[in-house]
């Protein structure tokens, strides 16, 4: 008989600086939105498949490597904030292994976007305070530096 236990991982947050931490922090005065069509999109790029989609909240997409519908995206949109020119994206990518994305892009005068900070997680969470509390536990996020093709 085998015996399976879950523990929830803990990975230190190695690559956000201190600025960015005190930004975050401030976010939690904000709220979160939902809508796909207020994200500018120099930043959705940032967090849309490999074909340039992200669906919206509650819309259909393709969470796994077993594509379906090649027309539907690979991505979705959970939450995002906007404080002046830089976002907090929530974001789900499928594919092999499904996982929950976070970014901070920042949008530049000529309306480019920049990936100053991503990690991953492996749960969704369903606004920025359930977010901020693993961030400070060091719980279920692993951060890492941005790359070149997008967040992932």
């Known amino acids: 008989m085998s015996c399976c236990l879950a523990v929830a991982a803990v990975f230190p947050i190695t690559h956000l600086s201190q600025a960015d931490w005190h930004w975050l922090e401030s976010t939690s005065k904000r709220k979160e939105s939902r809508d796909l069509a207020k ?9 849309a498949d490999s074909d340039g989609r992200l669906a919206a909240p509650g819309q259909k997409w393709e969470a796994t490597d077993f594509i379906r519908d090649r027309t539907l995206p690979r991505g979705r949109l959970v939450w995002f904030i906007r404080q002046n020119f830089r976002y907090l994206i929530h974001y789900e990518v499928g594919g092999n292994g499904y996982n929950v994305q976070f970014l901070i892009a920042d ?21 920025d305070a359930e977010f901020l509390a693993a961030l400070n536990a060091n719980q279920r ?3 890492d530096s941005c790359s070149t093709d997008g967040a992932r």
């Open 39 to 47: 994200l500018p999109a120099s930043v959705m790029t940032l967090c």
């Open 107 to 127: 949008v530049t005068a000529d309306g480019s976007a920049k990936c100053a900070w991503h990690a991953t997680a492996f749960k969704v969470f369903e606004n």
């Open 141 to 143: 996020l692993r951060d």
